[in-house]
């Protein structure tokens, strides 16, 4: 029973790792603004167009960056989900397809 322990924690490390690898983003207003973020829910980056600053709408920003960024985190959410998914069926794959 320990080195499945073992097992399962080093696997969650292994996909913790990947998920720091792997980038998302969230694009709005065509492109205006673009947060990236890892799948691990870090931002990495933000973006936003010249022609956006100079609006100075800053109403609008914000909003806009909310959602770019939940757009981001959403991304994040699904890549993560997929990995632990792949993780859980390696792990228990072989108990006859109840994974």
Do not use: H, P, W, Y
Request: aromatic share 4%; charged share 25%; no cysteine.
């Amino acid at each position: 029973m320990f080195d499945k322990l073992m097992q399962a924690q080093q696997m969650a490390g292994e996909v913790k790792q990947r998920l720091d690898g792997i980038t998302v983003s969230g694009v709005a207003e065509g492109g205006k603004i673009t947060v990236k973020a890892n799948a691990n829910k870090v931002i990495q980056s933000v973006t936003i167009a010249d022609e956006l600053l100079a609006d100075g709408d800053k109403e609008q920003l914000e909003e806009l960056l909310v959602i770019a960024i939940n757009k981001a985190m959403e991304q994040a959410d699904n890549v993560s989900q997929s990995e632990m998914a792949a993780m859980t069926k390696d792990m228990f794959g072989g108990l006859g397809g109840l994974f």
